[in-house]
Nanobody, 121 residues
């Protein structure tokens, strides 16, 4: 079955850095768009970074210049490097895998269990 396992969350002071990892299994990883989302208490889940199968990346303005997404297809792993962290970055961070078949149009979408990131002094 498909598994997305996040790691690397924790408590960090404002201005600090963390690197999240998401190890995928059960999918042809290289063909999927991989994304990181976050959800803070009382807020909707939002995209923070995405990387396509061709390694094109996308970030919202709130994290652009501070967060970097990357992927290693040999390890079936996607990373999120987070620098200059702010208290408002505090949230549960989720890994997402997304693929749409060109032939059938069927969409495959999977989520990890999430990892907590807390930015506080």
């Amino acid at each position: 079955q498909v598994q997305l396992v996040e790691s690397g969350g924790g408590l960090v002071q404002p201005g600090g850095s963390l690197r999240l990892s998401c190890a995928a299994s059960g999918i042809i990883f290289s063909t999927y768009t991989m994304g990181w989302y976050r959800q803070a208490p009382g807020k909707q889940r939002e995209l923070v970074a995405a990387i396509t199968s061709g390694s094109s990346t996308n970030y919202p303005d709130s994290v652009k210049g501070r967060f970097t997404i990357s992927r290693d297809n040999t390890k079936n792993t996607v990373y999120l490097q987070m620098n200059s962290l702010k208290p408002e970055d505090t949230a549960v961070y989720y890994c997402n895998a997304d693929y749409v078949s060109r032939w059938s149009g069927v969409k495959y979408n999977y989520w990890g269990q999430g990892t907590q990131v807390t930015v506080s002094s």
